[in-house]
């Protein structure tokens, strides 16, 4: 078992039925999902974690959980950055949303990254998972007009979407976890991707 190809994805809550799609996973605050884990073991390759791989981890890795979310870190091409999008708002100076679109397909999985994002919005932010290869971050300080047009098109986006999750903005605590699966392992890669986001969006 390859540790460096494990990562964490959320998916929706009626995916899971006993019978048919077992795999093991963990109830998010928000009931409409669960987040579950998968390997990468080739491009555009992934299988789920079986209960007999979950069992191994728990016996054999104290903190699998928390390298899963570290390989998503790192999961990032040369020309991709923490994020690989961002809009500004009607004042054209403040942040609107940040995208996560990147080429591995679990964009959506980056809003859990809390500890990156809660130093990169230190007065909150919220989220959304239009599509599984999408996530969605709105900073809390956006205005009122920014914000509906932020909720139409997120919607629009669920609409068009390939694996559709949801079209709804959510506040970031429905997806919270552990800390200690969300501590960075390499505290300068971590530090690096907090500080070149907040030059990129001006904070």
Do not use: C
Not at 64 to 70: P, S
């Amino acid at each position: 078992m390859n540790l460096d190809q494990i990562f964490p994805l959320i998916v929706p809550r009626s995916y899971y039925h006993e019978s048919t799609w077992p795999s093991p996973h963990q109830q998010l605050n928000n009931k409409e999902f669960l987040l579950t884990w998968v390997f990468f073991t080739g491009p555009g390759q992934m299988t789920y974690l079986t209960k007999d791989e979950f069992a191994l981890l728990n016996e054999s890795h104290k903190h699998w959980q928390q390298t899963a979310f570290e390989n998503l870190r790192h999961s990032i091409t040369d020309n991709e950055n923490f994020f690989t999008h961002q809009a500004t708002g009607s004042d054209g100076k403040t942040i609107k949303f940040l995208v996560f679109m990147h080429a591995d397909g679990i964009g959506s999985s980056r809003i859990l990254l809390s500890h990156e994002l809660s130093a990169i919005f230190p007065d909150g932010y919220r989220v959304a998972l239009p599509d599984r290869s999408v996530g969605m971050v709105v900073p809390n300080r956006i205005n009122q007009h920014d914000l509906k047009e932020v909720k139409q098109i997120i919607k629009g986006m669920h609409q068009t979407a390939t694996t559709s999750m949801s079209g709804q903005l959510y506040d970031a605590e429905w997806f919270a976890l552990p800390a200690g699966w969300l501590k960075p392992v390499d505290d300068a890669f971590s530090d690096r991707l907090i500080n070149e986001s907040r030059s990129a969006i001006g904070y």
